[in-house]
């Protein structure tokens, strides 16, 4: 679709023949002969670019710089005039203008400025939109789940989002605590700043101080820089740290100072740096046992224990598994281009019987992976993980049926030809059954290696 211009100037002779050498190039026009009707077409129409005359019968274009910015923040303007000046040029370029030209230059100049601006225009429109889809997907909304227990923590996270108190997010691996963790920096007033995250297992000591803190030219071996911190990346935003119980001893010290002053030292430095960030920790470990043993910071727990929102494991809101599953089966059969898959009541209850140690991050998984090995339009029981199909659950008796003794054969047959990696004679073997009945079994169950 291509952009659309608005040219106001009072000079018609000119505003006409900008007009054509812009239409020539596939823009779409519309034309003002005074200020007036320039806002009014603001307000009727989604404009790209504007192009003002700087002298109006109604106003300054000069100063309508900042009306017309009110009317369309994203709209970028650029100014005419007779006879160009300086103080004008300067005060057209503060009010928010994109250039400032002189009238009588060359034509073919207007073509590559307009082209910049709208440039300028649809890379701000893309980054509104951007902006806008990672705070609805970081919202309290895209946080699936109808359970009391979920319900309270999304409540107690609404409560101390838009404030400046550290966080603490306990809770099982797979909760879900980074997904809170965004959620609340979405709703505060840092969400326009940073937010950035690190996972305090997934470095040595000294790869994490140097990650966190950032370290100077020469700190250590391979220092060949100054580096920034993760913690100055962060800067007016949120940091958050997640497992934050296997941070080691010593850099807990450096934390505590952060917390407690919002000052901090690089690696390799002597001088103090501030910073303003709001700290959110996470952490599957149970902080008071660490102290206890020795191995987490006393004066620290008290400096992070100030809000703390515990995660319920899924296997206590089974009830949000059919809402989470489906949701996983829509995001993945999208991916793979396999719109309209659906859910088979049958693979369902084996879902939400399934005792979920690796929580939602696991159902994700399963989900990943049924979505590509099913076939046809239906997920059906036989594309679930074998220790999935074998958990029948109590509560739901009809699902008995698929366990029958036949199925019970199919599943026993599958898990020997997975452990042979489809060596069937070894298979065979193992069965204690014919090779040719195996192959009639592998027929008759439709059984294939991809299972």
């Given amino acids: 679709m291509s952009s659309t211009i608005l040219i106001i100037d009072d000079e018609e002779k000119l505003r006409q023949l900008l007009a054509r050498i812009l239409q020539l190039e596939g823009y779409q026009l519309l034309q003002a002969g005074n200020l007036r009707q320039g806002l009014q077409s603001l307000q009727q129409q989604e404009i790209d670019v504007v192009i003002c005359d700087v002298k109006l019968p109604d106003g300054s274009g000069v100063e309508a710089v900042q009306q017309i910015r009110e009317k369309s923040p994203l709209t970028e303007i650029i100014l005419l005039t007779a006879y160009g000046n300086i103080p004008d040029s300067v005060k057209a370029i503060k009010n928010g203008a994109f250039d400032y030209i002189t009238k009588g230059d060359d034509n073919d100049k207007i073509i590559p400025l307009v082209a910049r601006a709208e440039e300028r225009v649809q890379m701000q429109r893309r980054i509104t939109q951007l902006e806008a889809r990672v705070g609805k997907q970081y919202a309290w909304d895209s946080i699936i789940g109808k359970s009391a227990s979920l319900r309270q923590a999304i409540a107690l996270a609404r409560k101390v989002a838009d404030t400046p108190t550290t966080v603490l997010l306990t809770g099982e691996t797979g909760t879900g605590k980074e997904v809170f963790a965004q959620a609340i920096h979405q709703e505060s007033s840092r969400k326009n700043k940073p937010f950035v995250a690190i996972n305090c297992s997934a470095f040595s000591k000294e790869l994490l101080e140097s990650e966190i803190f950032g370290h100077k030219a020469g700190a250590f071996t391979g220092a060949t820089k100054d580096k920034k911190g993760l913690i100055e990346e962060a800067q007016g935003g949120t940091l958050f740290l997640d497992e934050i119980g296997e941070m080691p001893m010593e850099l807990q010290a450096k934390l505590l100072r952060v917390l407690e002053s919002k000052e901090f030292i690089k690696v390799g430095d002597t001088k103090t740096l501030r910073v303003d960030v709001r700290i959110i920790a996470a952490t599957n470990r149970d902080l008071a046992e660490e102290v206890k043993t020795g191995h987490f ?85 036989e594309d679930l993980p074998l220790d999935i199909q074998m958990s029948v659950p109590h509560s739901a008796p009809h699902v008995l049926s698929a366990f029958d003794l036949a199925s019970v054969e199919k599943l026993h047959i599958q898990r020997v030809l997975n452990h042979t990696k489809w060596n069937k004679a070894e298979a065979a073997r193992l069965l204690n059954i014919g090779l040719t009945t195996l192959y009639r079994k592998i027929d008759e169950y439709k059984l294939d290696e991809g299972r």
Wanted: hydrophobic share 40%; charged share 30%.
């Fill in 297 to 381: 910071r006393e004066d620290l727990l008290y400096r992070l224990n100030v809000f703390t929102i515990e995660l319920p494991p899924l296997r206590s809101r089974k009830d949000d598994i059919p809402a989470l599953a489906n949701h996983y089966l829509e995001v993945f059969s999208s991916k793979t281009n396999r719109k309209g898959l659906t859910l088979d009541p049958q693979a369902l209850s084996l879902l939400e019987a399934h005792e979920w140690k690796g929580n939602i991050r696991e159902l994700k998984n399963v989900l990943e992976r049924a979505v590509i090995l099913a076939e046809g339009g239906v997920l059906s029981p």
